[in-house]
Each structure stands twice: as structure tokens, then as C-alpha cells.
């Protein structure tokens, strides 16, 4: 009986140093001796497959950048990384449940998903936009009265063009995808007439498609919007060693470094150019580094 409560005692222990480090980041990690990044399979240039199991891209690179200093405040410079696929629809359950530790890809930073989640320093601004055939003759959201619009599922397009077809009164017929890259595809392959999406996203997606010719980027852009690393909510200690990376990084001038490989060199697997010049929003927060969400 004795050993019976012993055991008991020992699993209770042990359940409670798992508690204490469910909203502690660095704790975890500690005590782990591993942390979990995310990264997206096809959010270019931010995060994506560049081969098998090789995650690489602009926020990549700041996960990196974040892991390094995750080393040094725990004094465990041998600590593991391990890499976590996520997509659009399971990154903030994820992060949430503790099966990822931190989301550096191409996330909006808005009030509604701040509920669950905290944001890092916002690190790039963007705007809903269509990747469409050039021979399809669209040149605005005008043009896709009464046809198919591929979105990806959970992302905050989804809300935005909905409410821009309501107003509209335009009759689009959305399809849901998984992900950035099955969208694309339909696009393509003449199974969707546009996808809507950020639109450094479709420019990335575009630079890698099989034809980037035979595609282009239309339309106004809808609304802008902030992208921003995820942290677990109710975590400062975390949160603050991003957001101190982040801030390094823009104040050292290599985050603008970081940008020009990114948006402007030839990026892999196709060693094809974005050609996407910083916007006066992101050269505004480098001056003056904000967590401000989107409307």
C-alpha cells in the first residue's frame, strides 16, 4: 500500500511540473532539452519545402534566429529543434495544446486570434490580392462575378472576401483548399478561376509554379494586414525573447538583410526572384518595431 501511494505521489509530481511548465516556453524547453518550431510547407517566401524535410524561407530564418537565444537564456546550447508541419486551420491548436512551442510563417496578426494566441513584433505587411491565368482576361474582383475562387481554409482572406462578396453582391462561388499550394494548383490546372490570398504569397507561389508566365497577380488589395511569430498566450518571459530577436535583428540591419536575400535574390528550389521592394508599413516598424494587430 505504502508503494502504491509512493507511485501516486511520484505521478502527481510529475503532473504538476508539467502544468507548471504548460504556459512557461523556456521551462519546457529546459527541461525538455528540445523545442518545436512550425514551419509551412508553401507559404513562399516565408516558410516552405525547399526539399525533403528542409524548411527554409524569410521566417525561417528569424525561427533560427529565435532558437539562439532560446539556447542561451536556457544555458542549453546543445538544446534540439524539432520541425512541426502545420497549415492554416491547425497552427493555433497546435501551439495552443504545446505540440509546437512557436508559429514563424506567414500568420495575421488580428485581435479575434489574439484571444487564444500572443504576437511577436509584426515582421511583414500584406493585403488580400488573385492569382489568376493571364488568359483568363481578370484584372479585378469585379471580373470574378458568378465564378470559382479557391481560398485556403482558416485564414483570414476566407472572412475577407466573403465579406467583400456579400457587400458585392457578386455571386463567387468559394472553394476551400488544405493549403497555399493545392489553391494554386487549381488555379493552373483550370479547375478555380483565381485564388485570393497575401499577396506575397501568390507572387512566391507564382515564382515556382511550373509556368510563372502564364499567371500574374491582380486586383486591389482588400485590406492590409500584419504577420507576426505566435507564442502561447499568457507566456511574457517568451514573448519578450521574440519580440528582443526580432528588435535585434530589425536595429542591426539584419533583418533587412534577411529581406533582400528573401524578396529580392533568387530564392530556391527554382532560383527565381520575387522582386517584392519592402513597403513603406514594414520600413515604418522597423523605425518604431510594433504588435499592433489588424483591425
Given amino acids: 500500500m505504502k508503494r502504491a501511494h509512493l507511485f501516486a ?7 504538476l511540473a508539467g502544468t507548471a511548465h504548460a504556459g512557461d516556453t523556456l521551462a519546457k524547453a529546459a527541461a525538455a532539452g528540445k523545442v518545436v518550431f512550425a514551419y509551412r510547407e508553401s507559404s513562399v ?3 516552405y519545402l525547399a526539399g525533403v524535410d528542409q524548411p527554409v524561407g524569410f521566417s525561417v530564418d528569424l525561427s533560427k534566429a529565435i532558437l539562439a537565444e532560446v539556447k542561451k537564456q536556457t544555458g542549453k546550447p ?3 529543434v524539432g520541425w512541426q508541419a502545420v497549415t492554416s486551420a491547425n497552427r493555433i491548436p497546435l501551439l495552443v495544446n504545446g505540440t509546437i ?3 514563424c510563417g506567414s500568420t495575421t496578426n488580428n485581435s479575434a486570434r489574439a484571444k487564444e494566441v500572443d504576437f511577436a513584433i509584426n515582421h511583414f505587411y500584406t493585403g488580400t490580392r488573385l492569382l489568376v491565368k493571364k488568359s483568363a482576361g481578370i484584372k479585378d474582383w469585379a471580373d470574378l462575378k458568378g465564378r470559382k475562387v479557391a481560398i485556403t481554409t482558416g485564414t483570414t482572406n476566407m472572412q475577407v472576401v ?9 455571386g463567387i462561388e468559394i472553394v476551400s483548399t488544405k493549403d497555399h499550394a493545392d489553391a494554386a494548383l487549381l488555379v493552373e490546372a483550370g479547375r478555380a478561376d483565381a485564388f485570393a490570398m497575401d499577396d506575397i504569397l501568390l507572387f512566391g507561389l507564382k515564382a515556382n509554379a511550373k509556368d510563372p508566365a502564364a499567371l500574374e497577380v491582380v486586383g486591389e488589395s482588400l485590406q492590409v494586414e500584419p504577420y507576426a511569430c505566435m ?36 530564392i530556391p528550389p527554382k532560383n527565381q526572384a520575387i522582386g517584392l521592394p519592402m513597403s513603406k508599413e514594414l520600413q515604418d516598424n522597423i523605425k518604431s518595431p510594433s504588435d499592433k494587430p489588424a483591425t
Fill in 78 to 80: 546543445g538544446l534540439e
Fill in 45 to 47: 517566401p516565408f516558410s
Fill in 162 to 170: 466573403r465579406r467583400y462578396n456579400d457587400d458585392k453582391g457578386l
Fill in 101 to 103: 512551442d512557436l508559429e
Fill in 9 to 15: 505521489a511520484a505521478v502527481l509530481a510529475a503532473l
Fill in 231 to 266: 507564442v502561447r498566450k499568457d507566456d511574457p518571459k517568451f514573448k519578450a525573447l521574440v519580440d528582443g530577436v526580432i528588435t535585434g535583428l530589425m536595429k542591426s540591419g539584419e533583418f533587412a538583410r534577411l529581406y533582400d536575400k528573401w524578396f529580392l535574390q533568387p
